[in-house]
């Protein structure tokens, strides 16, 4: 049917038949009749129109081959045709070309028992600036919905449809992708911009290297990396043990709302304390604390205005933090750290220790008080993680008064979990807690 079409066009013909010749021979003919137009007098290009019909009666698995063939080498492509020759369904081949699924097998290719899971990120042809879709690929087990929707959710993308399918290899595990149709709740102009970190957030919280909260959608809504987002999710975090009255939730919000400033009070992070940082940092960190002023006196809504001049505070009282200090493999560490000075730290509750550092990981939390350069007190292993600076700050006190005698102040620190397993499981629970 699809060659008669083609002679059809070709020809310009009005209607056409044909006739099927079986044989015991290996091949069949195929004779077909086009009727043209009376006045018709179509210039038919005889090599082209065989060309055509070649391409139309090739079978989708010659048409993968011949994409592999092209993309990675003939070498190659033999061993990827022997894996992949067969391994998708039909339901995929009616949806996909086998240009599409020569990017799918390369991204498949890179996935393995340490590295199970990848996503890729793009807009489809003509989509317009709010419209994106979103291809996930997962080793061995299907990614389930009620996972998948809340991590889009929290990055400000609505799933507003999903295809999946089994990619059954011949040699290895199988592998599951989905494919998501998303709608941004944000423009995004130009989705190359913001492609590979949104990428990256979302691997990370599969391995919860992140949390999966709403203070992800800061990356496709303000384009900030994701250790960025962490730097701004471990002041929010630090800012509610501090006795900030918001929720969450509603930081997030806020932050989202404005991310021209959140930009800027990243900037004005690194302008703090990235070692890469060149010129004078003084004069950088004035120049956008004034920009950040200057964009706060547009904020509309006074509680929004108090939240991120919250933050701005907090960043302005901070002396020293770990960000930039590498680990093994020359990856940041799991948990970040930040020493401030009390006094500067707007509305703090009383007594005032002269520094605190506050640790943050998706893991753990945990804050340490001293009182003053020279101070004695201890750790200690917290229940109470939507206050626990609160409680480390009465135990300083009472520090503070049983060592007088030995030292001038007092210090105490405190840390609670996030992550551990229940507390009638013991031994897991205090594993979770040493390490």
């Known amino acids: 049917v699809r060659i008669q079409e083609i002679l059809k066009r070709r020809l310009a013909g009005s209607s056409a038949e044909y006739t099927v010749q079986l044989t015991d021979a290996v091949l069949s003919r195929i004779h077909l009749l086009v009727r043209t137009l009376p006045k018709a007098d179509p210039q038919v290009d005889a090599h082209a ?50 240009r599409a699924a020569v990017r799918d097998i390369a991204v498949v290719e890179t996935l393995s028992e340490a590295n199970p899971f990848a996503v890729s990120l793009y807009r489809p042809v003509e989509a317009d600036s709010r419209t994106l879709r979103l291809r996930a690929y997962r080793l061995g087990a299907k990614m389930p919905l009620s996972a998948s929707l809340p991590m889009l959710e929290n990055m400000g993308l609505e799933a507003m449809d999903e295809d999946g399918w089994e990619i059954e290899r011949a040699d290895q595990a199988p ?21 590979a970190m949104t990428e990256e957030v979302l691997v990370r919280v599969v391995r919860c290297e992140i949390e999966n909260d709403s203070f992800n959608r800061l990356t496709p809504g303000a384009a900030l990396a994701p250790d960025d987002v962490v730097v701004i999710r ?5 800012l509610r043990q501090a006795g900030f009255p918001f929720s969450q939730a509603y930081v997030a919000q806020t932050l989202a709302a404005h991310p021209s400033v959140v930009a800027k009070l990243v900037a004005i992070f690194r302008a703090r304390f990235d070692p890469a940082a060149g010129g004078d940092r003084d004069e950088a960190q004035q120049r956008l604390h004034d920009e950040v002023k200057a964009a706060l006196n547009e904020v509309a809504i006074l509680d929004e205005d108090r939240i991120l001049r919250r933050f701005l505070y907090a960043l302005r009282a901070t002396v020293r933090t770990n960000h930039w200090v590498r680990g093994a493999g020359g990856r940041r ?25 506050f640790v943050y990981s998706p893991r753990f939390e945990a804050i340490h008080l001293r009182g003053g350069k020279v101070a004695r007190g201890g750790l200690r292993w917290s229940d109470r993680p939507e206050d626990f600076r609160t409680e480390v700050l009465g135990l300083m006190k009472a ?19 996030k ?7 013991r031994e897991a629970y205090l594993k979770e807690g040493i390490a």
């Open 399 to 417: 520090q503070m008064v049983k060592n007088a005698v030995i030292v001038p102040v007092g210090s105490k620190g405190g840390f609670v979990l």
């Open 175 to 195: 592998v599951f992708l989905h494919d998501f149709g998303l709608r941004s709740a944000f423009d995004i102009p130009d989705v190359e911009t913001i492609k």
């Open 234 to 238: 471990a002041y929010a975090k630090y």
């Open 49 to 98: 129109v065989e060309a055509e019909i070649v391409q139309a009666t090739r079978r989708w698995e010659d048409e993968l081959k011949a994409a592999l063939t092209d993309t990675v080498g003939e070498e190659r492509a033999v061993a990827l045709g022997r894996r992949y020759g067969e391994a998708f369904p039909a339901g995929y081949r009616e949806a996909l070309t086998p």
């Open 333 to 357: 560490k799991s948990y970040l750290s930040f020493k401030l000075e009390s006094a500067k730290v707007p509305e703090l509750p009383e007594p005032w220790p002269l520094f605190e550092i």
């Open 419 to 425: 992550a551990a397993p229940p507390a009638s499981d």
